[in-house]
């Protein structure tokens, strides 16, 4: 069983929907990230929790320690939101992020 | 104030040829980190790197890999003698320390193709 796993692995959407990505970790960690990932592109960091909740823009991510459960949510979802959305967390060793396999999500009109 | 670079974007090698990769962290960052990501797969974590010091490889392959971060220039992560199995995108990230409780900033990554 991977130490971090996203559901679901794939989501399609219409546009303006609301989208729920979750993210279930089996290990004590310090922090945990969310992370966007174009096709053929590079990666950006979404968010950054180590408890509650953060909103940026139509983007909020919240984080339940004691449930080991994260959830990344798009508000009003649009095709430019189409991408791999991925879940990381820093375990014992800050210096590493232990990866989900990410959630591949295409917003259609 | 420049990103995390990482040259070149696109590699292609031959199987027995040496790949190398470099990352130049956003100012101020001294601390590297390098990623795989396989074809279909999941990040993983690589090495971890300060100027001059590699603090985690635990991640790196034993054999015919190779990474430096040198107090000039850019980290390089290195691959000796490719083989197909090598193909991958090879993500740099930086930070401004050891980022337990930072936020880390990822390149855009290296593609690795060996024919």
């Known amino acids: 069983k991977n130490e971090v796993e996203q559901s679901p692995q794939n989501l399609t959407a219409q546009e303006g929907e609301f989208i729920t990505i979750n993210c279930s970790y089996s290990?004590?960690?310090?922090?945990l990230h969310w992370l966007q990932q174009h096709p053929g592109g590079g990666i950006v960091s979404l968010f950054m929790?180590?408890?509650g909740k953060k909103k940026h823009g139509r983007l909020i991510a919240t984080i339940n320690i004691q449930e080991k459960h994260s959830s990344l949510h798009i508000t009003a979802s649009h095709p430019r939101d189409s991408a791999v959305y991925i879940c990381a967390v820093n375990t014992g060793t800050a210096s590493k992020l232990t990866f989900g396999t990410g959630t591949r999500l295409q917003v259609t009109l | 104030n420049a990103g995390v670079m990482q040259n070149p974007r696109h590699l292609v090698r031959r199987r027995g040829q040496e790949a190398r990769l470099r990352c130049s962290p956003m100012k101020g960052h001294s601390h590297v980190y390098w990623y795989r990501q396989l074809p279909e797969e999941g990040l993983k974590f690589m090495v971890y790197l300060q100027k001059e010091n590699i603090i985690d490889e635990s991640g790196m392959p034993k054999e015919r890999f190779s990474a430096e971060f040198p107090k000039e220039g850019p980290s390089i992560l290195r691959i000796q003698q490719v083989v197909r199995g090598d193909s991958a995108a090879y993500f740099c990230?930086?930070?401004?320390?050891?980022?337990?409780?930072?936020?880390?900033?990822f390149g855009e990554g290296s593609w690795l193709t060996v024919v």
């Open positions: 929790l180590s408890s």
């Open positions: 990230a930086s930070s401004p320390r050891n980022f337990g409780g930072n936020t880390i900033y």
């Open positions: 290990v004590g960690i310090s922090a």
